[in-house]
């Protein structure tokens, strides 16, 4: 058990040295001594976007390439998308066909129907004409007591029928002027209403199958290529926008009191510019312990916070898994 204990600690002390050397940084950093001269390790992460199609169908085109810097609005790929015009054409037709009926219930009748009405009103204004001519030579005869009274009874009637149809012609002209009844009205637009619904929806399907960058960013991955069956929601292509790179790394428990959010660091890395800045994001709320740990009355040294910064806008790319270097914050 003593032999385990004593191998136990100097691969510790080994892996403590090689993190040491490794990030540059003095040796009490590592152990989170802290101090002005601290380097807190860590290192640069990336949160992708992962691009998925709504519906399953075969990948016909992906123009883009894995590391390729695409624009806001570029193509990323096509799912197969006869279907879905299809479905385009049909709504666009059905909303046609509502707007039609919806135009005609506002303008009334056509011209030709309401000249058909026009001349059947005249034609029963003629036939009224002749009645009242009719009635009266049969009132004259009855009151001579030349002609029965049931012909003069006839002809009135007669003139009464001639003079009702006038009237119900007349109406109906000017119903031919007006346009449907409100509740016909309400309905059609609500019809029209529906069917634009329809089309928008079925142009978004159209368009969530053939995506496009949503910003300019990285091509982080591409996971599908042209010919290949692409189910629902899985991801064809992953996207790294510049502003979803960030650093994470951890400063020992005695320094973390120092860091506010918002606070501007330092940082270096292998080959980078000098002079690189990145701002606190994130400041994590629960303490942990940085491997390997070795539990004794001095493990607390080992407690350590997780902090993430985003790097400020215009320096230079980095890549993600890059090993970073944060020098110590300001007091």
Wanted: with cysteine.
């Amino acid at each position: 058990m003593k032999r385990a204990r004593l191998v136990a600690l100097a691969l510790a002390a080994t892996s403590l040295l090689v993190v040491a050397l490794w990030g540059r940084a003095p040796l009490s950093a590592v152990l989170g001594l802290g101090g002005s001269d601290a380097q807190y390790l860590g290192y640069v992460e990336g949160e992708t976007s992962l691009i998925a199609p709504p519906v399953a169908g075969r990948l016909v085109a992906r123009p883009v390439e894995r590391g390729q810097r695409v624009k806001k609005g570029d193509r990323l790929f096509i799912i197969d998308p006869e279907l879905a015009k299809a479905e385009v054409a049909r709504a666009e037709a059905a909303l046609a066909e509502s707007k039609a009926r919806y135009d005609n219930l506002l303008t009334g009748k056509r011209p030709a129907e309401r000249d058909i009405t026009h001349a059947q009103r005249r034609e029963a204004e003629a036939a009224l004409a002749q009645a009242e001519l009719d009635y009266k030579r049969q009132g004259e005869l009855l009151a001579r007591g030349i002609n029965a009274r049931q012909a003069y009874e006839q002809a009135e009637s007669q003139l009464h029928q001639m003079r009702a149809r006038v009237a119900s012609l007349v109406a109906q002209e000017k119903v031919n002027e007006l346009a449907a009844r409100p509740d016909e009205i309400a309905a059609a637009k609500a019809t029209v209403e529906q069917n634009r619904a329809n089309l928008e929806q079925a142009r978004k399907r159209l368009d969530d199958q053939m995506p496009v960058a949503p910003e300019d960013a990285l091509v982080e991955n591409t996971f599908y290529n042209v010919g290949e069956w692409v189910p629902a929601g899985t991801p064809v292509v992953s996207l790294l926008p510049a502003y979803r790179v960030k650093l994470r790394f951890y400063v020992p428990q005695g320094d973390v009191a120092a860091v506010r959010m918002g606070q501007q660091v330092r940082f270096t890395c292998d080959r980078c510019p000098p002079d690189l800045k990145a701002n606190v994001i994130y400041i994590s709320p629960r303490v942990e312990y940085t491997p390997p740990v070795i539990y004794s009355q001095s493990a607390r040294a080992k407690l350590v916070f997780l902090i993430e910064a985003r790097p400020e806008p215009g320096q230079a790319p980095l890549a993600p898994g890059l090993p970073i270097s944060v020098a110590a914050f300001a007091r």
